[in-house]
């Protein structure tokens, strides 16, 4: 654990502790706990530069609301570090994402200051209504309610849903809309545009500054002076910014923009808004990575770094001096823009992670053929589809837990209509240290169960390739490929494109006794856990399905008909999966046979790193030799008898 530095952080455990500190001493507060923030991280890793931009926000609104009571919830929670440090987890901040520690993002069941499980973006403004509206039903009145979320987070259909039924409650409501024009990568669209015309417009700032003090002393007049204050401030709004305001279109009092690291201003600003009744929006102006300067200049690289030197910045990372082999995401980059080269109507869309995705090599060799549409999943996959019905060929690559908000529209958009959308799911299966909200555990059992729907995953980086390369040929329909995060196997990953006959797996060794189905990445822990088998006289068969759907009946009709043991191993949820599926077809033909299933239990996954979650959850390498030990023969030979 890291010692805490300066004078006044180390005697802040809670909220209550920093409401014994005068105004004038939370812009030290303020210093003190970024600097606690910056001594973790860099030797713990995780999230960084997002937390880093709120920490004067934070400090004001924990020194002014009055939480837990008051109700304060974070948007995604990227930003939450200095939140957990100032409500009782300071101790503990250093186990932050680790296996058995603290979560990196707020979690109800973690502390009562969390007042909203989150990790995905955007759904902090409907949270916090609904609080509010349960207040006002509860005659508690007295409760604040306020979301932050992010300009980025704001491009999301439900934030809009939110503020659009916010504005029609007389509900006690506070938006902080934290500016910094950053989600992970640059944010894009036409709110970020409008946000940029607010806080770059001088006359509005500069006018907006000398009429409040008069408009404040008008509305102490009365009721129908509130009303008269309110038509004239509008006024003044739309005529000096050229366009009426987005916010107060939608009911809500508009105030800002206002500087997100003044944190005494900040602190009196709040501390106004309380009083004021109904739906309110307090626009702040934030720098991503504020006050570590390597971070301010490249928000992207260190959104979340890793481990770094504190002193010097440098990012610290393994090096081998052995061939290397790719990310699984870097291969995915690469090959679409090989296969675009080569057929005109392949398009790029991604819903905000550009880099995060690879995406941004295609954006950087094609940029009129590859689309970021923020953080809209939703629209990304109907957009996908609008391009597909003419003629385009879209891969459309989304995070597999981040599909899920786009379920709806994947079976009512694309694949009731059949069209070719090509989904690139990355980060499927345990994605590690960002948990419950982030694993990739249910795309093989909510793809398959969807009609024309392919559902494919690859063993290693050039079956991604040949699945992506069958993926855009001539009517293969909606077709679904997962990957993990992470490395794969192949330093020399780039092979000439082969297609590979839809619903067929492959035979990777023949055996006795035992016949091991894989999907994907982990039929590489089975081939690990054969050489080691086969050591010690076992030597148990290996298929990789390559497809959950349609799934190679002719290659199960072999197994059952040699095979009274089969194990299935995937990187999914165990319910429904690849698993689910060959028992579906053992029991449809009435066979009869001991099939063990090894995958993610149903359960929610915390976090931890991914060896060490593939081990919790049972199918890892050592996991497979133990199954297979209980059910094989082993007749002490290093080879199987022809």
């Not at 981040?402 to 709806?408: I, N, W």
């Not at 799911?425 to 590690?432: E, K, N, Q, T």
């Not at 398959?448 to 290693?460: D, G, K, L, Y």
């Amino acid at each position: 654990m890291e010692d805490i530095k300066g004078p006044l952080l180390p005697n802040i455990n809670y909220p209550v502790d920093l409401k014994r500190y005068k105004e004038q001493d939370l812009e030290q507060i303020a210093q003190e706990l970024r600097q606690y923030i910056i001594d973790v991280v860099s030797v713990n890793g995780g999230h960084f530069s997002s937390s880093l931009g709120v920490v004067e926000l934070t400090v004001a609104l924990h020194y002014v609301l009055n939480t837990p009571y008051d109700k304060l919830v974070w948007d995604v929670g990227h930003q939450a570090y200095g939140h957990k440090i100032l409500t009782g987890r300071k101790s503990v901040f250093h186990t932050n994402r680790i296996i058995n520690g603290i979560s990196g993002f707020p979690k109800i069941s973690e502390s009562e200051y969390d007042t909203f499980g989150v990790g995905h973006s955007s759904t902090s403004i409907s949270a916090a209504l609904g609080m509010a509206v349960a207040s006002h039903y509860k005659g508690e009145t007295d409760r604040q309610h306020v979301a932050v979320i992010g300009d980025g987070a704001m491009t999301a259909g439900l934030a809009f849903e939110g503020l659009n039924h916010a504005g029609i409650e007389n509900s006690n409501l506070l938006v902080i809309l934290n500016d910094n024009c950053m989600s992970i990568d640059p944010n894009v669209g036409a709110l970020k545009e409008y946000l940029t015309n607010i806080t770059t417009s001088k006359s509005y700032n500069r006018f907006r500054d000398d009429i409040s003090n008069v408009l404040i002393k008008l509305s102490e007049l009365g009721p129908n002076a509130h009303n008269f204050v309110k038509k004239i401030e509008k006024s003044i709004k739309g005529t000096l910014l050229h366009q009426s305001n987005l916010f107060e279109a939608l009911n809500f009092r508009y105030f800002g923009p206002v500087d997100g690291h003044d944190v005494q201003r900040l602190a009196q600003v709040i501390r106004d808004l309380k009083d004021i009744p109904g739906p309110k929006l307090l626009h702040c102006v934030t720098l991503k990575g504020k006050g570590f300067a390597l971070a301010e200049k490249d928000q992207t690289k260190w959104h979340a770094p890793g481990l770094f030197d504190k002193i010097t910045g440098e990012i610290k990372k393994s090096v081998s001096d052995k061939p290397q082999a790719p990310k699984y995401q870097d291969v995915f980059g690469h090959t679409l823009v090989e296969l675009a080269e080569a057929n005109k109507n392949i398009v790029g869309i991604t819903p905000a992670m550009p880099s995060g995705s690879s995406m941004n090599i295609m954006m950087k060799a094609m940029p009129n053929r590859a689309f970021d549409v923020g953080i809209a999943e939703q629209h990304a996959v109907t957009f996908s589809a609008g391009l597909a019905t003419q003629g385009l060929v879209p891969f459309c690559n989304i995070y597999s837990s981040f599909m899920q908000r786009a379920y709806d529209q994947v079976i009512h958009d694309v694949a009731i209509q059949n069209l070719n959308v090509v989904f690139c799911l990355d980060r499927a299966g345990v994605a590690g240290s960002d948990g419950a909200t982030h694993h990739g555990a249910y795309d093989l059992a909510y793809m398959r169960c969807i009609p024309n729907m392919t559902v494919a995953a690859p063993m290693n980086e050039e079956e991604l390739r040949n699945l992506m390369y069958t993926g855009q040929l001539e009517n293969a329909g909606p077709f679904s490929i997962r990957y993990p995060r992470g490395t794969g196997v192949m330093p020399d990953w780039k092979r000439p494109f082969k297609a590979i006959e839809v619903g067929k797996g492959r035979k990777i060794c023949d055996g006795e006794d035992v016949a091991i189905l894989t999907i994907g990445h982990v039929g590489n822990f089975a081939v690990e856990a054969c050489k080691e088998l086969n050591s010690e006289g076992i030597h148990p068969a290996h298929f990789d399905m390559r497809f959950v759907k349609p799934i190679d009946e002719a290659l199960l009709h072999d197994v059952f008909t040699r095979y009274k043991h089969v194990v299935t191993v995937e990187d999914g949820c165990i319910q429904g999966g690849m698993g689910s599926a060959v028992l579906e077809f053992m029991a449809d033909h009435k066979y009869n046979a001991q099939v063990i299933r090894l995958g993610i239990p149903d359960e929610f996954i915390e976090h931890g790193e991914q060896p060490e979650l593939w081990a919790l959850c049972g199918y890892d390498t050592n996991a497979i030799i133990t199954t297979i030990k209980k059910i094989a023969v082993s007749r002490k030979t290093a080879t199987i008898a022809s």
